[in-house]
């Protein structure tokens, strides 16, 4: 009897399944495709880019200071043990290495905290575009999906723990990368199609000289 109960609700639920993903309508989308080719992606990148290299010119100045005590701080050191010195001229120098030697470990924090701050601050920066720019690109998605009652949209570029392509088969019309990519550069292609009346005077010289 319970195995009569259990394999009945096991149909039940197979024909429900069935039932409810006749209704659905699916697409995929290569998300990092569309993020990659994205025009703000590209606009953010360079930004970054810029910042980085703020960052990398400063960091080499404050290398550039870190060498040159660690220059001073040689030369000091190797004088407080130079012998043709008096013992009071080496006491000096010694006393003068030691403060040299302590400039120089405050550079080198500084240097190392620097360099770890900006790091951060980059990387912190970049998670943060990368998340608007998703959110972008998915609420795009979204607006594009609804009126042809898509329900369901999966990203193609994923992979499994196995490393495995997420979507092993599909059909090229569940794709909707290429028309997603339009929408979301289209901002960017309207302003480089020529407005109508420059079309209109290109298409009247052409006719003035036939």
Request: proline share 3%.
């Amino acid at each position: 009897m319970k195995k009569a109960t259990v394999s009945t609700i096991i149909i039940s639920l197979v024909i429900a399944l069935n039932g409810f993903c006749a209704e659905q309508k699916f697409a995929l989308v290569d998300m990092e495709k569309l993020f990659q080719n994205y025009y703000k992606t590209k606009i953010s990148d360079a930004d970054l880019k810029k910042q980085a290299e703020i960052f990398k010119d400063y960091s080499n100045k404050l290398n550039d200071s870190l060498l040159k005590l660690q220059d001073e701080f040689k030369e000091v050191r190797d004088a407080s043990q130079n012998i043709a010195l008096s013992e009071a001229e080496r006491e000096n120098k010694r006393i003068a290495a030691q403060d040299k030697y302590r400039q120089l470990k405050e550079k080198e924090n500084e240097v190392k905290q620097y360099n770890s701050e900006k790091q951060n601050q980059l990387k912190d920066k970049y998670e943060e575009l990368r998340n608007s720019l998703l959110k972008e690109i998915s609420e795009t998605i979204r607006k594009y999906c609804q009126p042809q009652g898509i329900t369901l949209v999966l990203d193609s570029s994923g992979k499994t723990l196995n490393n495995i392509p997420s979507v092993i088969y599909r059909v090229p019309e569940l794709d909707i990368t290429d028309a997603i990519l339009k929408e979301i550069n289209k901002p960017v292609e309207d302003k480089k199609a020529p407005a109508p009346e420059e079309e209109k005077k290109k298409e009247d010289k052409k006719s003035d000289k036939k």
